[in-house]
């Protein structure tokens, strides 16, 4: 196997190193390489609808900080893998396959289904026939019923209150995070300012195809980094709520988790049938004058991480505070209630 040195075809010179975030130009291998771990950073940092809507999902609802950095580094890990394959495409001049609005709008309706499937699955909802309710009228129809029948009592469980028994929350279910992963590979595909300057700038900057996929793994790498950071930090966030039990603490998580995924992802299909109808869209944003990508201009993307992890985030939370506090098992009332 030839040495990673060999393969780049060149030796390091710091004093060579050109780093423009924002528009850069006529650069080095090392340069690329470098440029591209950077604006993975920013990409981690700023407001992405690619990251922050998914990584907030997730990692509020594993409501701790390892399960929130945990989270974090599942979702980079698909999308890293995802951005060195395309970096690798784009070598070969193959990504403007890609770089369409059209692929921007079916971007975005996958990764809805995806956030929206999720949803679902925390919610623990599900269309099934009511196979007790089919039960209890066979029973009915052959004088079989009787009050403490099976039928009965398998009809009376559905009607208990979820939150009353001992489990954390039998009516929502445990954060998937392994999705993450397939949500990363999915967001991956979002083409945005910092999509074009990896396909267009830093991975032809490569010498060979055989490292034309590190500039996009060192993006990954750099947005990895600062997700696991704010994913630890979305986790820790609701273990600190004061007068929470634990399972008051994990309702309170998967409420937000479930609630953001699911409206979100409404949220970014909504926006990527109106993208593949009215293209357009793409070029309507509030140029701040900020000359960082995410934060230049707010376009669509922006909106959608405010409505789905600001608005959405902390009208669940209210609401699921609301609902605890008012719930046996969840909540810890102060002394002078208690008594």
């Known amino acids: 196997m030839l040495p990673f040195a060999a393969l780049l075809g060149s030796s390091l010179s710091l004093a060579a190193l050109k780093i423009n975030l924002y528009n850069p130009q006529n650069i080095g291998i090392y340069s690329a390489i470098v440029i591209a771990l950077l ?106 019923h009787k009050k403490n029948s099976k039928s009965h009592e398998l ?29 990363g590979i999915i967001a991956g595909f979002g083409f945005g300012a910092f999509a074009l300057i990896i396909y267009t700038v830093l991975s032809p900057a490569m010498p060979n195809a055989w490292v034309g996929w590190i500039p996009g793994f060192m993006f990954g ?40 995924l699911y409206y979100g992802g409404l949220a970014f299909s909504v926006a990527g049938i109106a993208i593949l109808a009215y293209p357009q869209i793409l070029t309507y944003g509030i140029s701040t004058g900020i000359k960082i990508h995410n934060l230049g201009n707010l376009g669509v993307g922006f909106f959608i991480v405010i409505f789905a992890v600001v608005i959405i985030g902390f009208i669940s939370y209210f609401r699921a505070i609301r609902i ?15 008594h």
Do not use: C
Request: proline letters at 4%.
């Open 39 to 144: 604006l993975g950073f920013v990409h981690g940092i700023t407001p992405d609808e690619h990251t922050w809507p998914i990584t907030f999902s997730y990692a509020v609802g594993s409501y701790s900080t390892k399960g929130g950095a945990k989270a974090g580094m599942i979702f980079s890990a698909g999308f890293t893998l995802q951005r060195a394959i395309l970096s690798e495409v784009a070598y070969f001049a193959l990504a403007g396959i890609f770089m369409t609005s059209a692929a921007f709008g079916i971007t975005y309706i996958f990764v809805g289904i995806a956030m929206f499937a999720a949803g679902i699955y925390i919610k623990n909802k599900s269309i099934y026939p009511h196979w007790h309710w089919l039960e209890e009228r066979l029973s009915y129809a052959f004088g079989l």
């Open 155 to 183: 009809e009376e469980e559905h009607k208990l209150n979820p939150l009353a028994t001992t489990d954390a929350s039998p009516a929502l279910k445990a954060v998937p995070s392994k999705l993450a992963f397939l949500h």
């Open 221 to 260: 790498i750099g947005t990895m980094m600062m997700q696991i950071l704010f994913g630890a930090g979305f986790g820790k966030w609701l273990s600190g709520v004061k007068r929470l039990t634990q399972r008051g603490i994990a309702f309170v998580a998967r409420t937000i988790s479930s609630d953001v």
């Open 324 to 338: 605890a506090s008012r719930s046996r098992g969840l909540y810890t009332p102060p002394e002078s209630v208690r």
